[in-house]
T-cell receptor
Framework: KAGVTQTPRYLIKTRGQQVTLSCSPI?????VSWYQQTPGQGLQFLFE???????NKGNFPGRFSGRQFSNSRSEMNVSTLELGDSALYLC??????????FGEGSRLTVL | AQSVTQPDIHITVSEGASLELRCNYS??????LFWYVQSPGQGLQLLLK????DTLVQGIKGFEAEFKRSQSSFNLRKPSVHWSDAAEYFC??????????????WGLGTSLAVNP
């Protein structure tokens, strides 16, 4: 069974631009979560989607948004990028409470 | 506030030595408990979990963890460390009574280095 796939793996943007990251969960998994990982802040929860509905949301500004499609694939978008948005963005899918299957992440660099 | 503490930011052990990584949580009730590992440049992988029952749980890669209710702890152990165990280790919890609000609460991680 294929794992969680995130695209793109690496990307470089400049301040003010926007970015869209994609996540394909493991087949059959309806829950998709997104995390931001930085060296100083650790893993910060962004949001969780389940069956196309946002079920949980972290404490991020409205520039961070996401959605989930009927096939469970998910995207997250960051608008008006800031230098501080440089991070590894991780997507995870799950079937059971707390048992997350992570992708390898999308590393975003904002210049 | 609910929180997870990993007191050790960085640990270095010699290959073949035993390992214990500490994790403490603060909740009113026993939560569901997890340990994840992140190898360099990779996503996270679940090592083991505790929901209920036997307080000593076995995981993948030879790891085990023991839940101690009296100490609100869920420490990760391995009897003999291999060089490939060098990674970042994260403890995480979910309140058992969270209903649909079941997002994981994460510790900040412990970075493990292994000396040859």
């Amino acid at each position: 069974k294929a794992g969680v796939t995130q695209t793109p793996r690496y990307l470089i943007k400049t301040r003010g631009q926007q970015v869209t990251l994609s996540c394909s969960p493991i087949s059959g998994h309806r829950s998709v979560s997104w995390y931001q990982q930085t060296p100083g802040q650790g893993l910060q929860f962004l949001f969780e989607y389940f069956s196309e509905t946002q079920r949980n949301k972290g404490n991020f500004p409205g520039r961070f948004s996401g959605r989930q499609f009927s096939n469970s694939r998910s995207e997250m978008n960051v608008s008006t990028l800031e230098l501080g948005d440089s991070a590894l963005y991780l997507c995870a899918s799950s079937l059971e409470v707390g048992e997350l299957f992570f992708g390898e992440g999308s590393r975003l660099t904002v210049l | 506030a609910q929180s997870v503490t990993q007191p050790d930011i960085h640990i270095t052990v010699s290959e073949g030595a035993s390992l214990e990584l500490r994790c403490n949580y603060s909740y009113g009730a026993t939560p569901y408990l997890f340990w994840y590992v992140q190898s360099p440049g990779q996503g996270l992988q679940l090592l083991l979990k505790y929901f209920s029952g036997d307080t000593l749980v076995q995981g993948i890669k030879g790891f085990e963890a023991e839940f101690k209710r009296s100490q609100s702890s869920f420490n990760l152990r391995k009897p003999s460390v291999h060089w490939s165990d060098a990674a970042e280790y994260f403890c995480a919890v979910v309140p058992s009574n969270a209903g649909n609000n079941r997002k994981l609460i994460w510790g900040l991680g412990t970075s493990l280095a292994v000396n040859p």
